[in-house]
């Protein structure tokens, strides 16, 4: 068929040139005259017909890791990506991208550290699933006050230990005693007690309470 329909527009081709008087008529005639010529096609820039799923025929990765972060920033691409593939004369690659405080102020705060979204808040696009332990360790106790206090001015052994010796499995895990101690006294000393903190108090800051 496409054979066909290519000699067929040759043939076409060789009869407008046959007829031809001027050379800038005949280039006129034998480009966009033929069916078969790209340019005499209309065009909708893919741009405005894409899909996210059609984004992800390329983006793959990212589009995964969205499905399955299950986060909130489960969002058609181009709610934040309103312009993409557009290098720009004299713009960065950098400044093309979306920035997360256009569409969150400063949740934390306008300090230096805080403000750094990417540090904490590693992959833009699974934003509370790669906040990791290690990265956070620096800045717990700019956030938890309490905690950080407690513990500096403790002399037991707990006070030396970092936040995410014990805070391990992610953000927000809260271990239980027994993860590390196992059961250290005999059911007789704690059966008519709650836990331990009855007894030992605050776990940032161990004093015995009870006697
Ligand atoms: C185009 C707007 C937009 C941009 C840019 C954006 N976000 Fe979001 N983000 C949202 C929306 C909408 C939600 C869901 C509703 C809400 O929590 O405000 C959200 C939710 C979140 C959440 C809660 C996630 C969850 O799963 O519950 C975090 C954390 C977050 N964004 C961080 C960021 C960070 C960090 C950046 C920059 C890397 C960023 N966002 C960029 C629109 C945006
Ligand atoms: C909630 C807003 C949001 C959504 C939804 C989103 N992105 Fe992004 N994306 C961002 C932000 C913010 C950055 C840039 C972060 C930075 O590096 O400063 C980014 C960066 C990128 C980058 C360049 C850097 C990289 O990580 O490779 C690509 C490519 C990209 N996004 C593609 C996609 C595709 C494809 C989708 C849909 C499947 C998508 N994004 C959905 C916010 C979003
Ligand atoms: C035919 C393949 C293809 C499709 C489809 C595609 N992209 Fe891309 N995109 C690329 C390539 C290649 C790059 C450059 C390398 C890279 O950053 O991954 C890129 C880069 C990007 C970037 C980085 C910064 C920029 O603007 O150049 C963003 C953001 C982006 N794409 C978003 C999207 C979104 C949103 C869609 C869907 C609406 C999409 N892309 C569809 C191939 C594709
Ligand atoms: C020092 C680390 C750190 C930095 C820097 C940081 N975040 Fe967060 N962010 C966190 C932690 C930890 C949480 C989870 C706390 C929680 O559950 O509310 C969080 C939660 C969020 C939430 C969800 C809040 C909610 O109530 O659901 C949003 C939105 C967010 N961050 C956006 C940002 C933006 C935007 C920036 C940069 C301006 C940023 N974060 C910088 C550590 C950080
Ligand atoms: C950007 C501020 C921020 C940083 C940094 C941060 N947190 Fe949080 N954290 C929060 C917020 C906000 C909450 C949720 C508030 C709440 O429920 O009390 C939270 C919740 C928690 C909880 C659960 C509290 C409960 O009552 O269940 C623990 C435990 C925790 N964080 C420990 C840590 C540790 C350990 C680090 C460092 C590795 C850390 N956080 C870093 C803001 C932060
Ligand atoms: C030796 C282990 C251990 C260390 C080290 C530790 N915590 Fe905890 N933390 C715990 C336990 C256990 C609990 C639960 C206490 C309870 O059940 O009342 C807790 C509770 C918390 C809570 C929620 C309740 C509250 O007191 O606000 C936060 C927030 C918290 N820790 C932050 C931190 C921070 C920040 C650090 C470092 C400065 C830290 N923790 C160091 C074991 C630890
Ligand atoms: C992630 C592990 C971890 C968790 C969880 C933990 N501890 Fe500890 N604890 C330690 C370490 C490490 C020491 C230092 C001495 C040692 O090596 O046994 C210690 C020491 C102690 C001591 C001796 C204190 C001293 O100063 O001599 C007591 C009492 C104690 N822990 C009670 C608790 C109680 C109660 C809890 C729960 C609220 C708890 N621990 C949770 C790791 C942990
Ligand atoms: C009835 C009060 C009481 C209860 C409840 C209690 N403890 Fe204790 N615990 C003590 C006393 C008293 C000591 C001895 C203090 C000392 O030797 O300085 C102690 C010592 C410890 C020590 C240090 C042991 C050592 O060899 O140095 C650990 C660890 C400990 N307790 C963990 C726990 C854990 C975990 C629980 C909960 C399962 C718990 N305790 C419940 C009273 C209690």
């Known amino acids: 068929m496409r054979m066909k329909s290519s ?3 040759g043939l076409i081709k060789s009869i407008l040139l046959a007829n031809c008087v001027v050379a800038l008529s005949c280039y006129a005639a034998t ?10 096609q209309d065009v909708v820039k893919m741009s405005e017909t894409m899909t996210t799923v059609d984004c992800a025929q390329c983006h793959y990765e990212i589009f995964m890791s969205i499905k399955n972060g299950r986060g909130a920033h489960r969002l058609e ?41 990417k540090t904490c808040h590693s992959v833009p696009h699974t ?20 905690p950080g206090e407690k513990m500096q001015s403790s002399n037991a052994d707990h006070g030396k230990l970092k936040c995410g010796l014990c805070h391990s499995e992610g953000h927000g895990y809260v271990p239980t ?7 250290p006294h005999a059911s007789s000393v704690t059966e008519d007690f709650d836990g331990c903190l009855d007894c030992h108090g605050n776990p940032h800051d161990l004093s015995l309470t009870a006697d």
Request: net charge negative; with cysteine; glycine share 4%.
């Open 7 to 9: 000699r067929m527009s």
């Open 31 to 40: 480009s966009f005259a033929a069916e078969d010529d790209s340019y005499s």
């Open 77 to 117: 691409c181009q709610e934040c990506h309103e312009t993409y593939h557009s290098f720009r004369q004299g713009a960065s690659y950098k400044e093309s991208l979306p920035v997360c405080i256009n569409c969150h102020d400063t949740p934390h705060g306008e300090s230096e550290e805080m403000i750094a979204c």
């Open 127 to 146: 934003p509370l699933a790669s906040l990791s332990v290690v990265s956070l360790e620096p800045y717990c106790a700019t956030c938890h006050a309490e």
């Open 177 to 183: 005693c027994q993860e590390c101690h196992g059961v």
